[in-house]
Structures are given as C-alpha cells and as structure tokens.
C-alpha cells in the first residue's frame, strides 16, 4: 500500500513580500545540507485519519506549535520520489521559527551498525521568500509553493 504524508505550508506577508514557513531534517544525515531538503511539516497517517487533521497533528508534532483557523486552502496532491502521497493545505499563519519544539525519534546510526542515537524530527525552521523557499524545499514540494503562489496574485 502507498504510504500517505499530510502537512501544512504556512505563509504570510512582511513588507508586501510573501515568505512560507520550512523545516530542516534532523538527524546525521541531513546535517550541513541546505539545498533541496527543507520541506513542510508534515508526516504519515493512515485511513483511520482525516488527512487534514493529520497534518495539523503533524505540524504540531514537528515544531510544538498548534496552527489555529479554518481558511485552509487544498493544493494538488504530490507524489514524492520514493513513491509517497503528500497532501498539503495551506493557511495564512504566523509562527515563531524560534519557539520550535521538535519531537524526536530513534534511528540506527550508522547505517547498520546496531547502534542507534535519539535525533530531532526538524533541527529548524525558517521563514523564506518565494526565491530563497524554491532552492531549499524538496524539489517534489515545489509545486505546493508555485500552486499557493498563482492562487494568491490571480
């Protein structure tokens, strides 16, 4: 069965420039790495969960922060290179990258070595104009910022 992820794109405006929340990957793997693997807070969920409620699960799982409102805007499902569904809503919010909590889990590192390390979800986040989002954020998740970006200039 594919496996489904939901998450939020937030975004708001500061001197009449738009900018959209991004988390960074926790975890051995990912740091020093800053092009092209930030994404939305998200994470997976089964048919038991309305996607929606999982991706407010998800973002406050990922940074500790709820999201409050009910202007969610859907955008296009992805299908992200390993095969997994990405759902994403979008809602004018704003959160203190700062104040961000992450969750954390345990993974084996290194790679079958039959140790393992306890790591952050996310290791950060940030705030990002249109131009400096595209270069970091997974290129799968462009879309979701291309779609939210002609929705709100049309």
Known sequence: MTKQSAGLLLYRKRNSELQFF?????????????????????????SSEDALSAAKREFEEETGLPVKGNNFIALTLIKQ?????????????????????????????????????????????????????CVRINERQKSFLDELLTLLTT
């Open 81 to 133: 290179k390993g095969g997994k569904i990405v759902s994403c809503w979008a809602i004018e919010a704003d959160v203190n990258q700062g104040k961000i909590v992450s969750n954390s889990f345990d993974m084996e590192y290194p790679y079958k070595s039959g140790k393992f390390v306890t790591v952050p979800e996310i290791d950060r986040a940030g705030w990002f104009n249109y131009n400096d989002a």
């Open 22 to 46: 991004l988390v960074h990957p926790g975890g051995p793997y990912f740091k020093g790495k800053d092009a092209g693997v930030w994404s939305i807070p998200k994470g997976e969920y089964d």
